[in-house]
């Protein structure tokens, strides 16, 4: 996904410095390499201006800019009128100056200004992360109703949370950590389960990640204080079967098939569309064919969004005012960001201004860490 590693960038304290990140970000950032909790979200963070990536385009255009002052300066030379002492050296340069004309700029494919792995620094050479061997696929702009690039109907699986039936649907291919929101240390996670947790309190900050590859999906322990079960065992990486029960802290799940109905059921008009704010437990129903804003309200401007994340405490306090709007487009629930200042993830995923991405039931959006579960209820 990333061409440099930032957990081993020689210049990675530079590269927040002068990232375009809040303060608050930045303190985030620093926190989670720190302790070693940062994840491919975090990295994005600071691959928006890579300064090993600016410096490596530098040097290409530079190389670019020598090569057409010396084609230039050959065509310049075959216009001067040619003695006989320069018929052999005209030989010459006219058959260089064929080759360069044939010369085209260079593409996104070119290689780096270093012709080998070999000639380039170990720092300036990829590196893939090892909590994500293969990272996800990026979420691509997306008008319809077609299903998110890699993925289909029959191979998508969810987790269903014992208790309040909540489902976390899970990526075809990419990474999700769960846990429970922080404001104070690090990234908060794309699953949260403080309300699930709120009376046990045994859910760690960043307690397990669920890596989706090849339909398969792996869970992880990342150093969680009450550690990671599958089916009662204890794990610390362990891949998942249909039907398996998984326990983090407090918090029962069960690993299944998403049922291949569910899609078609969610357009009909007989389902009950709900929105959870899984910090808090609060639920709102999302009327058919209306487009909401959800974010905080603002009195000094007089501003209330249609949902409003005000209540939801410290959870919330980074949302914006205008952060996400959820619209229909022929019976299909879209969500897009509308330029918030900390940004929104879907399934890990990071969404760009104006990127409109549809909704399955069980999708979690996360906003600026107060992550949202949209879902859908039948017999209503």
Partial sequence: MYKYSCRKCP??????????????????????FSAKTDTLATWGLLQKRCLLVEAEQSRSQSALSDRLRRVQATQSQEDEPISSDQDDRNQVDTSILGQRRNLSPPSANSKPPFTSQSQQPDYLKPVTPPEAKRPP???KRISGTKELQGATRDDRYWLTVMGTGRHIALPVEGELSLGRF?????IPPDIDFSFEDRNAQKISRRHASIIGRQQTHTVQDLGSRTGVYV?????ETGTLAPKDRLTLGGVHLIYDKIPPDIFEKAKSKDVLHTLTVTPTGRRFRLPPNRTLVVGRADPQVDFKPDID???????????SRRHIQLYWRYGQLYVEDLGSRYGTRLKGQVLALGQAVPLKPGDHVWVAG???AYDIETGK
């Fill in 11 to 32: 210049i990675r304290e530079r590269c927040i410095e002068e990232s375009n990140n809040p303060e608050s970000v930045k303190t985030m950032v620093r926190a989670a």
């Fill in 137 to 139: 696929r990026p979420l």
């Fill in 182 to 186: 922080d404001p104070n240390v690090g």
């Fill in 231 to 235: 089916n009662g065992q204890p794990v």
């Fill in 309 to 319: 994340l005000t209540r939801d405490g410290e959870a919330a306090r980074l949302v």
């Fill in 370 to 372: 107060c992550v949202l």
